[in-house]
């Protein structure tokens, strides 16, 4: 007989750090906004006190920061873009380090002899970059803090790399795509390339392609976590992409709905993490790389579900659908507003597609939200092939979908 696994601990490698945990509750119970919301909640001494617990969702953690203000025991408090998607910044906090040494007793990409290319995008209270140049201090590597470049600089910073000889990159999946994309296009390789450092959005199997073609020696190395959560799992290129081991500093708990939640027992956390819910839904299974203990599987974002006329358009189903398609590299969603009222839906395609209006035909025949939102006018259902998707300028990421508002 098999249980399903729902903590990514056993309860005896948990007890201790469970203290944490209680001190949180105790910090959660004193943010006034939250009213009585704690107060029948016992401190958790057991896995099973700590799933009774009250879920945090992402404003529920910007409230509770706004009023707990932490601040670092040593070095700096340093202040990072957190949740949310729309309007100003909101706050989440971490020390100098960002967590990395515990990460990197567990996890250890980046050797000595490594020659490292921060890609993440530095600035504008991004965190990734300042966790990866954490990690790589730790490993004594050779560090070449790039950030981000404009169209213009690829094929200059590309030839940079290549007589560097570069070992291992790193960045959100849509960064690396686009300079693999544009190492192609000039011709250029990295033979020397064998590691690729990914965090922040899922892996996007057509880097896959791209790497054949510019770094066949490349494999990847992902992390899992949020500005909230900081670095919560990572993977070796022996996992699925889509598959993470949990750190003993993190507890994953698989909630009601198949929802993720994450709970903090690193005595140094800033960020009030007790049952954070990242809106990611997934499951504990054993990984196929033979590693022992419950990895986690990320299945997606349960929110990815964006209401066209009344009717939830399920995103990544359709975009699964699109992105299948012969010459299709990514896709993305536009829905167009105008008074609250959805008035179109692009699929914004990225590569080649011969026959736009054969696929839009077959969306609007295969999808029902589509074919019955759009019944009186179906034209408004369009698929368009662009040369580049939408992306959040104040996250640097390209999500699934995008609504604008049309005056
Ligand atoms: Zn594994």
Not at 58 to 66: E, I, P, S
Not at 296 to 320: F, I, K, P, S
């Amino acid at each position: 007989m098999t249980t399903r696994t729902t903590f990514s601990l056993t309860e005896a490698a948990a007890a201790e750090g469970l203290a944490v945990a209680r001190r949180t509750l105790e910090l959660l119970r004193g943010v006034p906004e939250f009213g009585d919301r704690y107060a029948a909640a016992a401190p958790p001494g057991t896995l099973a006190e700590l799933a009774a617990l009250p879920p945090l969702a992402k404003d529920d953690l910007n409230t509770a920061l706004a009023h707990l203000e932490p601040a670092a025991e040593h070095g700096a408090t340093w202040l990072f873009q957190s949740g949310g998607s729309t309007g100003a910044p909101k706050v989440g906090y971490a020390p100098t380090g960002f967590y990395m040494a515990k990460v990197f007793e567990h996890w250890q990409p980046l050797e000595r002899d490594d020659v490292f290319v921060n890609a993440w995008g530095a600035g504008r209270m991004w965190g990734a970059h300042f966790l990866a140049a954490g990690l790589a201090d730790l490993s004594g590597c050779r560090v070449i803090a790039l950030g981000s470049v404009t169209a213009e600089e690829y094929p200059q910073w590309l030839g940079f790399l290549a007589d560097r000889k570069v070992t291992a990159i790193g960045g959100t999946p849509s960064v690396l795509r686009l300079w693999f994309a544009h190492a192609r296009a000039a011709g250029i390789e990295l033979p020397s390339l064998r590691k690729v450092l990914w965090l922040g959005e899922a892996w996007q199997p057509q880097l896959e392609e791209d790497l054949a073609a510019v770094a066949p020696k490349a494999r990847r190395h992902g992390m899992f976590g949020s500005t909230e959560t900081w670095v919560v799992g990572a993977n070796s290129p022996d996992c699925p992409a889509d598959t993470f081991h949990p750190f003993p500093h993190q507890l994953v708990h698989v909630g009601d709905g198949g929802l993720l939640d994450f709970t903090s027992l690193d005595p140094a956390m800033l960020n009030p993490v007790l049952r954070y819910r990242t809106g990611d839904a997934g499951e504990l299974v054993p990984c196929p790389c033979g590693r022992p203990g419950p990895a986690m599987r990320v299945l997606g974002r349960r929110d990815n579900v964006v209401q066209v006329r009344g009717l939830g358009l399920h995103v990544d189903e359709l975009l699964a659908r699109v992105e299948r398609e012969p010459g299709v590299t990514r896709a993305q969603v536009l829905v167009t507003e105008r008074g609250g009222r959805a008035e179109s839906v692009d699929v914004l395609v990225l590569g080649a597609l011969p026959d736009p209006d054969s696929l839009r035909r077959a969306l609007l025949a295969e999808t029902f939200t589509l074919s019955t939102a759009f019944v009186h006018d179906p034209e408004h259902v369009r698929v368009r092939v662009v040369d580049a998707l939408i992306s959040n300028d104040r996250t640097g990421k390209t999500a699934g979908f995008a609504v604008r508002e049309e005056l």
